[in-house]
C-alpha cells in the first residue's frame, strides 16, 4: 500500500510560503532521503510544480503511532549525530536559523490575548507565555547559541512518528526539515509529545543536551500557538508539559 500526499500552493506571504515547506519536503525525499540514515518511508513519487507538490510514500500505517521517551530520543541523537556539521553543506537549500521569525512572533502576540483567556492555564503556564509576548524573536536567535549545526526534523512530534513491531522509530512529514542545533527536534519532542515524569528517561536516552534551556522559550511559542487550537479545558496534556518546561527555566 502507499500513502499519497497532495499539497496546493501556500497562500503568498503565509508561514508554508516563506518557509517553503512543501517544497522542502520534496527536497528532502529526492535529495536527503537516500542518505539520511534513520528510518523514513519509501518514496516512489515526488514532484513540485506550479499545482503544488505531490508525493507518493510507503504507507507506515500498520506501524505503532508515536514512539516511546527512549526510543524517540535515541532515534533524534541518530540522525543528529550523523550530520552534526554537514547537513548545511551538503544541502545548502535547507531552511536556515530564524527563518519566518517575524512572522511565528506576530501570529503569537496576536493568539497571546486568547490563549490569557483560558480558564485552563495553570500560574506558571500563563506568566511563562506572557513572558514571551513581545520576544518571540529574541527567543528564536538564542537557538543560534544551541550547538552546532545538523539536520533537523522540526516537527519530531509523536504524530510524526511511527514504532515498528520490533522497535524501530520512522520519521513522517519532513516539511519543516531545517539545519539547526539538533537539541531543538529533542526539546520539541518533550514539549509536544513526552508526559514530563519521563522526560529524565528520554534526555538520558538522547545524552548531552544542556544547551536544552536555550531552545525552550522557542519551542513553548509552537506548544502555545498548538494549544490554542484546542478548547478550553481540553489541553491539559499541553499545560503540563509547558509548565514543566518553565521550571526548567
Given at each position: 500500500m502507499t500513502h499519497t500526499k497532495r499539497r496546493p500552493p501556500a497562500v503568498p506571504g503565509s508561514i508554508p510560503d516563506v518557509l517553503n515547506i512543501f517544497e522542502s519536503e520534496v527536497r528532502f525525499y529526492r535529495e536527503v532521503a537516500p542518505?539520511?540514515?534513520?528510518?523514513?518511508?519509501?518514496?516512489?513519487?515526488?514532484?513540485?510544480?506550479?499545482?503544488?507538490?505531490?508525493l507518493v510514500l510507503e504507507d507506515l500505517s500498520a506501524w505503532a503511532p508515536g514512539a516511546g521517551p527512549v526510543g524517540g530520543a535515541r532515534a533524534l541523537r541518530d540522525l543528529h549525530?550523523?550530520?552534526?556539521?554537514?547537513?548545511?553543506?551538503?544541502?545548502?537549500?535547507?531552511?536556515?536559523?530564524?527563518?519566518?521569525?517575524?512572522?511565528?512572533?506576530?501570529?503569537?502576540?496576536?493568539?497571546w490575548p486568547t490563549l490569557a483567556a483560558r480558564q485552563d492555564l495553570t500560574a506558571p503556564v500563563r506568566e511563562f507565555g506572557e513572558g514571551l509576548v513581545g520576544k518571540v524573536v529574541e527567543a528564536e536567535r538564542a537557538v543560534a547559541g544551541a550547538g552546532p549545526l545538523t539536520l533537523v526534523h522540526g516537527d519530531a512530534s509523536a504524530q510524526n512518528l511511527r514504532t515498528s513491531p520490533d522497535g524501530e522509530v520512522a520519521f513522517l512529514d519532513w516539511e519543516d526539515i531545517s539545519a539547526?542545533?539538533?537539541?531543538?527536534?529533542?526539546?520539541?519532542?518533550?514539549?509536544?509529545?513526552?508526559?514530563?515524569?519521563?522526560?529524565?528517561?528520554?534526555l538520558a536516552a538522547y545524552g548531552q543536551a544542556d544547551e536544552l534551556t536555550a531552545v525552550l522559550p522557542s519551542v513553548a511559542v509552537q506548544g502555545y500557538l498548538s494549544m490554542s487550537h484546542l478548547p478550553d479545558g481540553a489541553a491539559a496534556g499541553w499545560i503540563a508539559r509547558l509548565e514543566a518546561a518553565a521550571e526548567m527555566l
Open positions: 542518505y539520511v540514515g534513520v528510518r523514513v518511508p519509501e518514496c516512489y513519487q515526488a514532484e513540485s510544480g506550479p499545482d503544488g507538490t505531490l549525530d550523523r550530520w552534526t556539521g554537514q547537513a548545511h553543506e551538503r544541502w545548502p537549500w535547507l531552511r536556515p536559523l530564524g527563518a519566518g521569525a517575524d512572522l511565528v512572533a506576530d501570529l503569537y502576540d496576536r493568539t539547526a542545533p539538533g537539541v531543538l527536534d529533542l526539546a520539541w519532542f518533550l514539549v509536544s509529545s513526552v508526559d514530563p515524569a519521563d522526560w529524565p528517561d528520554a
